[in-house]
């Protein structure tokens, strides 16, 4: 009897004893490869175990068995963030050197074509026109100077500058032809001031004006367009992220590095979920840029076929050549109604005007070279329009875009990925693009009541820029003064530190996560006297049931 009650306390104590198996009695993971990687990232080890130790310290990170020190996890979270932040600068700047070099083509052909259309007109003029034109060349520079000025930005109403053109001319050409007579600045201001009544050019200058406020009205607007377009992408890639941006990034990029898993890439949901939380506020910029790139290729269209650019400017100095011949051929009724108009002048002048020599050469006819470059603008408007609809969705495409070469693919990878808290499958739904999404982003705490102001600045800019083109469609003049106070506020939304505002806060919940327990943490004490085996309590009862069992 005594010697079974024995054998049962032995067989009990065996069953109590602590089942350290393999992981009681080996060794701690070497902590080698990450060392090795630490330091290609250009940290010094000083500090960074040998050995995994226990994670009750990490703040980031689940706290299992780890290799990172606190210091090692501040240094990755931050590396994660300009890591990522100089990810968005290239993008940006991809796309920043698109829109640049669109602007530097149409900007260049604008010009150009501005340049051989007043070429043309002095190569034209001059045996056409003789020293009616030679005399008075300074009227028609002024006209492409100004038209060129008012293009480039310059505060030069349009319909102003061809106004003042046909009244000049109207000037120098009733001298010119009225040469006998002795005629003062003051009669041929009142000369100037009789145009509309008039109407020495005929219909030319009525439609010449339809025409060239329209045709620049458009492509001022347009590479105005372009530049704005490019100067938000740019401030908005230096848009630093936001602390909670940092965590969900340290997480999912180098956290497995920490657990010895390097190899495990995220879970592509898990991907995105972080970079919509991260790129929430960028994303509300999506409708506006949609709106101006949307505007832009139809302000495009108009640039090309028989009443474009080209056709418009070509056709300048043939339409003021006809406009000239008009008023040359009326010229004695036009000094009629005039001298009636301004009182008669007295002769005192030159005998000779050239009007004769002019009108025996009959009409002039102005040769344009539209064909040689008719179909260069086709080209540059194709092009320019597939770029602007590929751009449409940059900024919701953003996430996707990034996460492609970093997120774990193949057969079964889903079951395989890194979750943010261990290689295990991902349950949470992907949220929605935009801030006010985020409420159920489950990866970056976001408040939504806070918008990035810098951002919002720029969505005011694409509004503003839009409503320019589209009343340029319309053809009504734009002004392009700076923009860039319109909006109050500065600065960035997002909390850049730990000292984020004490205001109410709507936190996305982390509810539909799926629970991941993570490992528990080591207990130095006992991990010191792991191959130590404890006594058995049992055995302590012996002596007392020994003694009962005398009884």
Not at 65 to 73: F, N, Q
Not at 447 to 462: C, E, F, N, S, V
């Amino acid at each position: 009897m005594d010697s079974f009650i024995i054998a049962a306390l032995v067989a009990l104590c065996s069953l109590t004893v602590p089942a350290y198996g393999d992981k009681g009695t080996s060794k701690a993971r070497s902590c080698s490869d990450i060392r090795q990687f630490y330091s290609g990232k250009g940290f010094v080890l000083d500090g960074v175990p040998q050995l995994e130790i226990s994670g009750e310290h990490l703040r980031i990170c689940p706290q299992g068995y780890t290799c990172c020190t606190s210091d090692m996890e501040d240094n990755l979270a931050k590396l994660s963030r300009r890591e990522m932040e100089g990810l968005l600068k290239d993008a940006g700047r991809s796309l920043q050197t698109s829109l640049t070099g669109q602007y530097k083509v149409f900007d260049g052909y604008f010009l150009e074509l501005l340049n051989h259309s007043a070429i043309s007109l002095q190569e034209t003029f001059t045996p056409s026109w003789g020293s009616l034109y030679s005399q008075n060349s300074q009227v028609f520079l002024d006209l492409y100077t100004d038209i060129k000025n008012y293009y480039r930005g310059s505060n030069v109403n349009l319909e102003e500058v061809l106004n003042e053109f046909w009244a000049r001319l109207l000037e120098k050409l009733f001298y010119q032809a009225n040469k006998q007579y002795f005629i003062s600045e003051d009669y041929l201001e009142c000369v100037s001031k009789q145009i509309e009544t008039l109407r020495p050019f005929g219909d030319t200058p009525r439609v010449m004006k339809t025409m060239v406020t329209r045709t620049f009205v458009a492509a001022r607007s347009f590479v105005q367009g372009l530049v704005v377009s490019g100067e938000v992408v740019r401030k908005v890639s230096q848009v630093q992220l936001s602390q909670e941006c940092m965590r969900a990034m340290m997480r999912m990029t180098y956290c497995p590095h920490c657990r010895s898993i390097a190899s495990a890439r995220p879970c592509a949901n898990y991907c995105s979920n972080v970079m919509k939380g991260c790129l929430a506020n960028q994303a509300d910029l999506n409708t506006e840029w949609r709106h101006l790139a949307e505007t832009m290729m139809q302000v495009a269209g108009r640039f090309d076929g028989p009443s474009g650019v080209e056709t418009v400017v070509f056709s300048l100095p043939s339409r003021i050549s006809e406009a000239m011949y008009t008023m040359m051929e009326n010229i004695e009724t036009i000094n009629s109604k005039l001298f009636q108009a301004c009182g008669n002048l007295r002769e005192g002048g030159t005998s000779s005007t050239g009007v004769d020599e002019i009108l025996k050469r009959g009409k002039v006819t102005v040769e344009d070279k539209l064909a040689s470059s008719s179909s260069k603008m086709g080209r540059l408007v194709s092009d320019v329009t597939i770029r602007l609809r590929d751009m449409q969705p940059y900024w919701v495409s953003l996430p996707s875009v990034l996460c492609s070469d970093r997120v774990a693919t193949g057969t079964g990878a889903e079951d395989k990925c890194w979750n943010g808290m261990s290689r295990a499958r991902y349950l949470p739904e992907v949220i929605g693009d935009g801030l006010a999404s985020q409420i159920n982003n489950p990866e970056v705490e976001i408040d939504i009541t806070k918008p990035d102001m810098t951002i919002r600045q720029q969505i005011m800019q694409l509004k503003i820029m839009t409503h320019r083109l589209k009343n340029a469609l319309n053809g009504q003049d734009v002004d392009f003064q700076d923009t860039s106070d319109d909006v109050s506020g500065s600065g960035s939304g997002s909390c850049a530190d730990e000292m984020c505002s004490r205001g109410p806060r709507i936190i996305a919940p982390a509810t539909d996560r799926p629970v991941h327990y993570p490992f528990p943490p080591e207990n130095k004490k006992v991990k010191a006297s792991a191959t130590r085996s404890l006594p058995c309590v049992s055995i302590y009862l012996l002596p007392l049931l020994m003694l009962l069992l005398r009884r």
